[in-house]
Every structure is written in C-alpha cells, then in structure tokens.
C-alpha cells in the first residue's frame, strides 16, 4: 500500500502547511483572474479617459485590448509557474471558467451602469472591427497553453 500522500497530525487533520492537491491549484488562479479583472477596470479607465480623448474610440478600443491581453498572458504564465494545475483539464476548466466569469463580469457591470445590453453585446462583434471578442478567448486558452509550457520546460 502506498502512504498517504498528506499527513495527518495526531488530531487526524492535515498539518497546516499541507496543500490538498484537488483544492490548491484553484486558489491561486481565482485571485489571477481577480486581479486580472482589476486591471481591465483600470485599463477601461485608461482607456475613457487617456486614449479615446488622444487616438479616438476604435484605435482606443484595439490599444485597450491589446493591453488587457498582454495582462492575461502575463498572470497565466506567472500563474502556470507559481501555482501549476495538475493537468489539461484542470486548465481547460480554469480557461472556461475564467472566460466565463469575464463575461458576466462585463455584461454585469455594464448592466449596473445602464448600458443597454445590445450595446454590451456589440462589443463583442468582431466583423464591426471591435477586438473585445479576443479578450474571452485569450481567458479560454491562456491557462492551458501556459500550463502547457510550464510543464515541456519542467521536463
């Protein structure tokens, strides 16, 4: 039999420096995309207020993008490295999990400014020139592709 991969104290409960391998992994990347999404209302700031004035709201609105997308990529790869997931799916469900949260997180903070949802939603029109789409799919794929390199350079 092979021994327990956590040790239990004599109370029968895991030392406090001990790290449940189904659990861990989580905690780090919900505050990743945490700080990732304060960064966006930043960037969004930055945005209104900066670059719309300066380069008008369609080269604006690419700069912005491009920003919150090097922000994404820089918190997955700091993130693979610190707090490695365990696997593809674990990285597919925290990809799908941190689009998803993006998401609702845009359309719900629109929604409390009282934007009308369709204008919410023609953000995301990609054929209209607007580049925002690329923000969730980069949300999607950045952890398992940064999960991906942290493990080849583990090898």
């Known amino acids: 039999m092979s021994p327990d ?3 239990i104290t004599r109370a029968g409960s895991p030392p406090r420096d001990a790290v449940d391998p189904t659990d ?3 905690r780090g990347w919900v505050a ?3 700080a990732v999404a304060a960064f966006a209302v930043a960037n969004g700031g930055l945005r209104e207020r900066a670059l719309v004035p300066r380069f008008g709201e369609a080269r604006a ?8 997308i090097g ?3 820089a918190a997955a790869v700091t ?3 610190a707090r490695p997931l365990p696997n593809r799916a674990w990285a597919a469900r925290v990809g799908a999990g941190w689009a998803a949260a993006t998401v609702a997180f845009e359309l719900g903070l629109g929604l ?3 934007r009308p ?3 919410l939603v023609a953000a995301y029109d990609v054929r209209a020139g607007r580049p925002w789409a690329l923000v969730p799919v980069t949300m999607a794929i950045a952890p398992v592709v940064a999960g991906l390199g942290t493990r080849r350079r583990a090898a």
């Open 61 to 68: 609105q690419r700069q912005s993008t491009g920003m919150l």
């Open 24 to 26: 861990a992994p989580a």
């Open 112 to 114: 409390l400014r009282r």
């Open 5 to 7: 991969p956590v040790p």
């Open 79 to 81: 993130l693979g490295t």
């Open 71 to 73: 922000a994404v990529w």
């Open 117 to 119: 949802l369709a204008e």
């Open 32 to 34: 990743g995309w945490l």
